[in-house]
């Protein structure tokens, strides 16, 4: 739940997203509400298949339509994106909502220099000259901290390195002054000193521009550092969401708590082994009736085979979709 005290930003209230397939629905989103408020910066973590991504590229509507059903309320800035037509969507990405993704390589055109790929970003949207739309490529790359900016403009995208590209990603992100970022695991590729780098980059611009950041990872010690709340999804749902210190710290779901004990941390010894989640998610054309991490739960009982769980509050602006969530505290005070 975002500060109601803030302007909401990205509304979503029982999203659904269903794809077809040979034979089968895949449901990737089965009901999920979340709301992020101005200024704010949510994680939304979990494992591959959980459904990050696609809650993500919904936002923008980036999805195929001929074989996508979206079902449920998707608003961005006040606006029901679900209702816009192909004109107000063009208006929508980059005027309002932009994307970092996770290889800029695959997202960049090889065929032009990055500099030139952000001037005709800023032209299309801002309606300036060629030298102005340069002009302000070159501030990006300064805001973004690309070394020599200027020679780096003319640059192909292949002639950076992971870094610097998604320096540039970010640039091109911005370029258009949207209000929300939507940042898709854009630290995966990169090595251990170069995330660290971007994720303090992107909580820098974030509160110097006043952005609302939607920041997907599969590392909750990355979405520990820059988010203000963490939403913990498995399956198509948001098990779990609250403040980033209180999940950390108080974690009320056993999928959370099991993602806390498979991270590496300082006090592990040589050669100790991280801790797994034992079994594999469900399969999403195929969803069980109950709860669907119960076939992986050393806590579930009988009802969480049956019941789905409805989400309850447990703590200030702090939700858990589990049957056994008051037991469990009580068993961990």
């Not at 992100?173 to 590729?189: R, W």
């Amino acid at each position: 739940m975002a500060d109601p005290r803030k302007k909401s930003m990205v509304r979503l209230r029982d999203l659904r997203i269903t794809f077809k397939a040979p034979g089968k629905t895949i449901r990737a989103v089965s009901g999920v509400d979340l709301e992020v408020a101005e200024g704010e910066v949510v994680a939304l973590i979990g494992e591959s298949g959980s459904g990050k991504s696609v809650t993500l590229r919904s936002i923008m509507r980036l999805h195929p339509e001929s074989r996508t059903r979206i079902e449920g309320g998707l608003e961005v800035d006040g606006r029901d994106v679900l209702k816009m037509n192909g004109r107000e969507l063009s208006a929508l990405r980059g005027d309002s909502v932009a994307m970092i993704f996770q290889e800029p390589l695959l997202a960049l055109d090889p065929v032009y220099t990055v500099g030139a790929q952000i001037a005709e970003t800023i032209r299309r949207h801002k309606k300036v000259s060629a030298a102005e739309a340069r002009a302000q490529a070159l501030a990006l790359f300064e805001k973004v901290r690309i070394p020599s900016p200027e020679r780096r403009l003319d640059a192909y995208p292949h002639e950076m390195s992971g870094g610097m590209r998604q320096r540039a990603m970010i640039a091109l992100a911005l370029s258009c002054s949207p209000k929300v970022l939507l940042a898709d695991e854009p630290t995966t590729a990169l090595d251990a000193t170069v995330q660290i780098q971007i994720l303090l980059l992107l909580r820098e611009l974030q509160r110097e521009l006043g952005l609302s950041i939607i920041f997907v990872t599969h590392d909750i010690g990355a979405a520990v550092e820059v988010a203000d709340r963490i939403a913990v999804m498995y399956a198509g749902r948001i098990v779990e969401q609250g403040p980033a210190s209180q999940l950390l710290t108080q974690p009320r779901h056993p999928y959370t708590m099991s993602l806390l004990q498979s991270r590496s941390h300082g006090a592990m010894q040589k050669g100790q082994r991280l801790q797994t989640i034992p079994g594999a998610p469900p399969d999403l054309a195929n969803l069980p009736a109950g709860c669907a991490f119960a076939e992986r739960c050393a806590h579930a009982q009988a009802a969480c085979l049956s019941q789905q769980p409805p989400e309850q509050a447990v703590g200030t602006q702090h939700t858990v979709r589990c049957l056994r969530a008051e037991e469990l505290q009580l068993a961990a005070a």
